[in-house]
């Protein structure tokens, strides 16, 4: 574990918050979009978290947090000075070697958007062109919209409620940009009942996907197996995976494990 000072927190929306911490080694420059980082918050917890932004050489290391517990309030509450600790990076984060001419298509709901974005600027600096379908319930809970858009080529927000751009699902919008784009190819993040939908929209379309999910987790390193899925490891096999893997995961948008390991349905929506 390294123990890095926080050297500023920025608030992104209504819930989320990022945390930049400056790290001390060169290997995070090998970070790959969409592998995790476990952060620990002393005293409290240790958790898993996508990286948002990598910059520099150490890099500068942001990581994008919705509090909705213990150790995510914990973390939206930091301040510049204050210690945390960070390994990894850990996983299989979104294959973005893809045929020449592939217009990569990002799916984000929510804080998911802290998975995809460093993968969606990845990607146009490989020289694929990008279209970002960026979701949330209201404006205010919006996530790198801003940033979505002057970082690619088109850019569709869409709320629940209506309070900015299209109103109802982003998955509403997907059959439509699926048709229009030349070679599409979509990598998505957000509650599963959404990335559902997408898998749907996606197969109907017959466009490659790749979703990034989401488990308990302690270790980080495939060894405790509180992340398992239907037999997948989510922190060692994924949390990257290609829809043609999705497919044999039962337990997919349809139960999760908890603390103890026991299995509970999911809800409408994770988190
Ligand atoms: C690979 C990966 C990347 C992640 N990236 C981010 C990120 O970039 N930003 C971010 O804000 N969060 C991210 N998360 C989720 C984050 O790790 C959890 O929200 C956090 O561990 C919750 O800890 P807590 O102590 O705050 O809440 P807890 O008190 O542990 O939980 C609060 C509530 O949320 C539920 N819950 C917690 N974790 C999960 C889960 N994985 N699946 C379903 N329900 C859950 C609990 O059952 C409980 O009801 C990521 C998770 C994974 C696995
Ligand atoms: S978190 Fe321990 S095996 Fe995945």
């Known amino acids: ?13 209504e819930i989320c918050t990022t945390v930049l911490v400056r790290t001390a080694s060169g290997h995070w420059s090998s970070l790959s979009p969409g592998q995790f980082v476990m952060v620990w918050i002393p005293g409290i917890d240790e958790v898993p978290m996508s990286v948002s932004s990598l910059e520099g050489d150490p890099p500068i290391i942001g990581i994008t947090v919705q509090g909705i517990g213990e150790a995510t309030n914990a973390l939206c509450r930091l301040r510049t000075g204050d210690r945390i600790g960070i390994r990894g990076p850990y996983g299989r984060g979104f294959d973005l070697a893809l045929p020449k001419g592939s217009t990569v298509v990002g799916v984000s709901g929510g804080v998911g958007s802290a998975s995809t974005v460093l993968a969606m600027e990845r990607a146009r600096e490989l020289g694929y062109r990008t279209v970002n379908l960026v979701g949330a319930r209201s404006s205010s809970l919006l996530v790198f919209a801003e940033r979505f858009i002057r970082n690619s080529d088109l850019t569709i927000v869409a709320t629940d409620d209506g309070s900015r751009g299209h109103s109802g699902y982003v998955t509403d919008l997907l059959p439509e940009v699926l048709s229009s784009e030349k070679r599409p190819v979509i990598i998505s993040c957000g509650p599963e009942v959404m990335m559902r939908k997408v898998m749907e929209i996606a197969d109907e379309a017959s466009v490659r996907c790749q979703l990034s999910l989401e488990r308990y987790m302690k270790c980080g390193v495939g060894l405790c197996d509180s992340c398992s ?16 893997e999705v497919r044999e995961l039962s337990e997919f948008a349809s139960s999760h494990r908890d603390r103890s390991g026991r299995s509970v349905p999911i809800g409408e929506c994770v988190r």
């Open 229 to 244: 899925m239907s037999g997948r490891r989510v922190c060692q096999d994924g949390p990257v995976f290609d829809i043609s």
């Open 1 to 13: 574990v390294e123990v890095l000072k926080v050297l500023e927190t920025v608030k992104e929306s």
